[in-house]
């Protein structure tokens, strides 16, 4: 048979960075910098690893985050959405999501046998749409319930996509009262209804990563008015195995 003399159709490689990804700061140290142990706040729905980031990566993130494109949101939501009120920024970098999974101990800690049956299916990672909020003074997050939604994941590990959706969110709290963040607690509401006297407040703390179960079993939740200060959170999700 001839030989086919064609040139061989190669695809371009894809762009190892897409444009406008952000040049995220390294983590420095090197993460983890705690044991990491999951410590339960509502049992089967939130926990939390305190000290996740040292303060110092926490301040280099901030300083970092101050430079991006943080967009206001308008007043007034869409139909059916909660009031949101702060500043933010949003992109779809599976790169840093990954980094964010597997470069600081956090994966480990997720898949430990002692928390693995949380999850809600076999934890591949995290959701590649990374949220970056910046709360000042009278700016909050009205009470709403978190979607579970499909994304499809790819990972260096498993560079086939895998389809997968988000069963927890993911809070990483870069300030606190100890930056002068005044209020900005993240509240649940375990019975559907915001009661004062039923209301879990969780204040803030730098560097802390907190996980709340979403979709069906989501608590009502709100982030409230920070006081004074500012309040800088990084959000994403963990993304399972979907069936
Ligand atoms: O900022 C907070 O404390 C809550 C954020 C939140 O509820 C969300 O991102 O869905
Ligand atoms: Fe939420």
Redesign the pocket.
């Known amino acids: 048979m001839a030989k086919d003399k064609r040139p061989k159709q190669t695809a371009a490689p894809a762009p190892a960075v897409n444009p406008g990804t952000p040049d995220w700061p390294a983590f420095k140290p090197p993460l983890p910098v705690v044991d990491l142990e999951f410590e339960s706040l509502v049992e089967d729905k939130v926990v939390v690893l305190r000290s996740f980031f040292p303060k110092n990566l926490c301040r280099d993130y901030v300083s970092f985050l101050k430079t991006l494109p943080l967009i206001t949101t308008p007043g007034k939501p869409k139909r059916g959405d909660?009031v949101?009120v702060?500043d933010r920024f949003q992109i779809q970098d599976a790169r840093f999501a990954d980094r964010l999974w597997s470069e600081t101990g956090l994966k480990d800690a997720v898949l430990h046998e002692t928390v693995s049956h949380l999850w809600g299916g076999q934890v591949i990672g995290l959701n590649p749409n990374i949220?970056v909020?910046r709360?000042t003074k009278g700016q909050f997050?009205d009470a709403?319930y978190?979607d579970s939604n499909n994304v499809s994941l790819s990972t260096p590990i498993a560079p086939a996509p895998t389809q997968a959706k988000t069963t927890w969110?993911l809070?990483l709290?870069l300030t606190s009262q100890a930056e002068g963040c005044m209020g900005?607690?993240?509240?649940f509401y375990p019975h559907d209804r915001r009661l004062a006297r039923e209301e879990i407040p969780?204040a803030?703390e730098t560097g802390m990563l907190l996980l709340h179960k979403?979709g069906d079993d989501c608590m009502l939740?709100?982030?409230?008015e920070v006081k004074a200060g500012e309040?800088w959170?990084i959000?994403t999700d963990l993304c399972v195995v979907r069936k």
């Open positions: 909660a949101r702060n949220r909020y709360y997050f709403h978190d969110t809070l709290y900005g607690e993240t509240v969780i803030p979403h939740h709100e982030g409230r309040k959170v959000r």
